[in-house]
T-cell receptor, first 114, second 117 residues
């Protein structure tokens, strides 16, 4: 069965650089969620999109922005990277006809900021 | 205040021992969902179970079992006859409805389970 695809899987950046993380939801999933998990921490919700519109907003820094495109893939853009942005970034998607609580997580992108 | 409390930061057991991971949650909603996820060293989040607030039936899946008790706001997870492959961080999560009507999980801090051979 198809799963959520995240790319890249690993990314190394320098401080003050920018990074773009991509998420490709499972086919026929129209909602995408982004989470950030710092080292030794629990995943924290950043932002979500439904039908290309932002639906919920969590603890996303102002330096980050995200969008969902017409093919339902989503990108998380991170600017002026800081050491504290080093984390595992998860994307999750929800089926079009699925229950509100149902999310399928991707494998994550591990971002390291040096 | 933490909505999901996993008081055990780390548990160490020897293979074949039974182990219970505790989860206590806090919510004012009558409709909510509880989850357990496993995060092995490779990092991915593996979904284990979802329970809604109206279903207090305990569940067993192989060596895994879950005990949901609304009276004590707990959703504990037991692994019977633990194996080395069970070594991972286990997260309990609570989903409540947001103002937008969706359910976003709030995770506990996780319990690191180490199973020694």
């Amino acid at each position: 069965a198809a799963g959520v695809i995240q790319s890249p899987r690993h990314l190394i950046k320098e401080k003050r650089e920018t990074a773009t993380l991509k998420c490709y939801p499972i086919p026929r999933h129209d909602t995408v969620y982004w989470y950030q998990q710092g080292p030794g921490q629990d995943p924290q919700f950043l932002i979500s999109f439904y039908e290309k519109m932002q639906s919920d907003k969590g603890s996303i820094p102002d330096r980050f922005s995200a969008q969902q495109f017409s093919d339902y893939h989503s990108e998380l853009n991170m600017s002026s990277l800081e050491l504290g942005d080093s984390a595992l970034y998860f994307c999750a998607s929800r089926p079009r006809q699925g229950a509100q609580n149902e999310q399928f997580f991707g494998p994550g992108t591990r971002l390291t900021v040096l | 205040a933490q909505k999901v409390t996993q008081a055990q930061t780390e548990i160490s057991v020897v293979e074949k021992e039974d182990v219970t991971l505790d989860c206590v949650y806090e919510t004012r909603d009558t409709t909510y969902y509880l989850f357990w996820y496993k995060q092995p060293p490779s990092g991915e989040l593996v979904f284990l179970i979802r329970r809604n607030s109206f279903d207090e039936q305990n569940e067993i899946s192989g060596r895994y079992s879950w005990n949901f008790q609304k009276s004590t706001s707990s959703f504990n997870f037991t692994i019977t006859a633990s194996q080395v492959v069970d070594s991972a961080v286990y997260f309990c999560a609570l989903s409540e409805a947001t103002s937008g009507g969706s359910y976003i999980p709030t995770f506990g801090r996780g319990t690191s389970l180490i199973v020694h051979p």
